[in-house]
């Protein structure tokens, strides 16, 4: 078997718990699965568009949530009457979205398996709603930030909820095909869409309103959501299981590892306020570490592993490395572009945001590069290479910027690149680990691509602010060359993460490439059967 088959038929085996499933069915069709009735093919085919758009704003939603908090620090800052040693805190403003939208989203994804992903997707936007419009409120909160920063962690719990929900209905209701593909690109491509979506509207409330109603119209986004998938999405076949499935959910592992992973994102977010001197980082860096070894070890014990890493391939195990390492350096370009435009160039919120509308619009073509790679059955590694080296690339131009350079010099040039990152990257991982699970792990398959996608961008900015704050201490503080400096240290930090994406997914189709060739020899050694030659 050549790897082009193998990677779009992996065998259950390779990633499922340990405990035997029941046997493999016969997928059906889609439309099979979207309309059971004889309707007219227009309306199925409307109904199916229906579908996907609604399953797919969970990608746009999250990522729209993901940057709103990036315009408004200088505003946020204001409301809350921060002193100008406190402003390091302000990268709280995304990454406590970002820490609960990683840490949840195994837990999310396995409650889908057992629950329904139908049921916990519309959760996950009731949820996101009731939260959004929390966070808008807390500004009428003025002591501290503090529950603002808890506001923004529950909102990334409800987006924890959608991505791996999502990606396993559309795993679901779609076999391994063509239309999978289109289907799965088309919701890569949300990602960009969300991010100009969620700096524009953030930059308009914060700019000429206030910034609470960047959360408040979002509560009002997410609720209309929340009803239209009640009504549209279909009803997914559980499988039924036994009533002591609940209890045999890994409670304990699941517990140490959110603890560990929080407290993990957590150090690497305040070291930047005093670095490893405080006796409070260094010991949360330690317990960190405690609580993810101990989940490691009962995940390795349990009979259902929240995360069965035995059974899993070194495929999956490769694609989750460069999509971690990849996503990123994502992060800590898109958070020091914004820095850079509104510190160093003095621009407004609303230019700035404008500046990354070419996102979106590259996002569009890179969606169908991406389909384009798919349907020439390009082996997922060598995809996989094809995005990291876009972030790669634009990790370079943002440690070249300089203060005097127009935008249309190394800003728009990496402003339209990255979108091939985005929309290559994630969309290859995921159809990876998709067509490689049975139907009932599809909420775990998708888990784990989004867990190494937003536990990347969790860290990133926090990593690089870290070592800027070594290199410069008070190049952050300034507004000139010393500043535009912070920002080739923190693009220098974007080019090692990249690096090593982009070395790994070197790797990994090296030795993709050298085992097919093996597969390839070993079947021409086979002896013919008497059979094959009559």
């Not at 620090?73 to 403003?93: H, K, V, Y």
């Not at 909160?141 to 808890?150: E, L, W």
């Not at 959110?258 to 005093?274: D, E, K, R, Y």
Request: glycine fraction near 8%.
């Amino acid at each position: 078997m050549s790897f082009h088959e193998s990677e779009e038929t992996l065998t259950s085996s390779k990633l499922q718990p340990h405990e035997p499933t029941s046997p493999v069915k016969v997928v059906p069709s889609h439309n099979e699965i979207l309309s059971k009735t004889d309707e007219h093919p227009l309306n199925m085919q409307f109904k199916e568009i229906i579908i996907v758009l609604l399953i797919s704003s969970g990608q746009f939603i999250s990522l729209l949530g993901a940057v709103q908090g990036i315009p408004q620090m200088a505003s946020i800052a204001s409301t809350f009457s921060l002193r100008p040693d406190q402003n390091l805190e302000l990268g709280w403003c995304n990454a406590a979205y970002a820490t609960t939208a990683t840490t949840f989203v195994i837990i999310a994804g396995k409650l889908g398996d057992i629950n329904g992903h139908k049921n916990m997707f519309i959760f996950g936007y009731a949820w996101l709603t009731l939260w959004s419009l929390l966070t808008g409120f807390s500004k009428y909160a003025k002591a501290n930030a503090v529950f603002f920063y808890f506001c923004r962690g529950a909102q990334g719990i409800g987006s924890a909820f959608l991505t791996p929900t999502g990606l396993a209905l559309l795993g679901k209701h779609y076999p391994p095909c063509k239309r999978k593909n289109y289907v799965f690109s088309f919701y890569g491509a949300c990602g960009p869409f969300g991010i100009v979506a969620g700096s524009v509207f953030s930059a308009l409330f914060t700019q000429l309103t206030t910034w609470a109603w960047t959360y408040w119209s979002m509560a009002v986004t997410c609720l209309i959501i929340t009803i239209l998938s009640y009504i549209f999405i279909p009803k997914d076949n559980t499988p039924k299981r036994e009533r002591s499935a609940f209890y045999s959910f890994d409670y304990v592992g699941g517990f140490c590892g959110i603890t560990g992973m929080i407290l993990f994102s957590v150090v690497w977010n305040q070291a930047p306020l005093s670095h490893f001197k405080a006796p409070y980082v260094y010991s949360l860096l330690i317990v960190s570490v405690v609580f993810m070894t101990m989940a490691l070890i009962i995940d390795s014990r349990v009979k259902d592993p929240l995360i069965p890493w035995k059974s899993m391939c070194s495929n999956v195990i490769k694609a989750l490395i460069v999509v971690f390492f990849g996503f990123l350096g994502f992060t800590i370009w898109l958070f020091y572009s914004w820095r850079f435009y509104l510190v160093a160039k003095n621009d407004s919120l609303l230019l700035a945001a404008a500046k990354f509308i070419p996102l979106g619009i590259s996002g569009i073509f890179a969606a169908c590069f991406s389909v384009l790679l798919l349907n020439k059955k390009v082996p997922v590694q060598l995809r996989l290479l094809t995005a990291v080296c876009a972030f790669l690339i634009c990790a370079i131009l943002i440690s070249t910027m300089t203060l005097q350079e127009t935008y249309w010099g190394n800003a728009f040039v990496a402003t339209v690149i990255i979108a091939i990152g985005l929309d290559v990257a994630f969309p290859s991982a995921t159809l990876l680990l998709s067509n490689g699970v049975l139907n009932e792990q599809q909420g775990l398959a998708a888990a784990l691509a989004a867990t190494a996608l937003n536990y990347g961008t969790a860290l990133g900015p926090g990593v690089a602010t870290l070592i800027i704050t070594y290199q410069c201490d008070d190049c952050l503080a300034r507004s000139d060359g010393r500043f535009v400096h912070a920002v080739h240290i923190a693009g220098y930090v974007a080019i090692g993460t990249a690096g090593i994406a982009v070395v790994v997914a070197i790797f990994g189709s090296i030795t993709e490439y050298y085992k097919e060739r093996m597969d390839d020899l070993r079947e021409k050694k086979r002896p013919i059967s008497s059979e094959q030659t009559v």
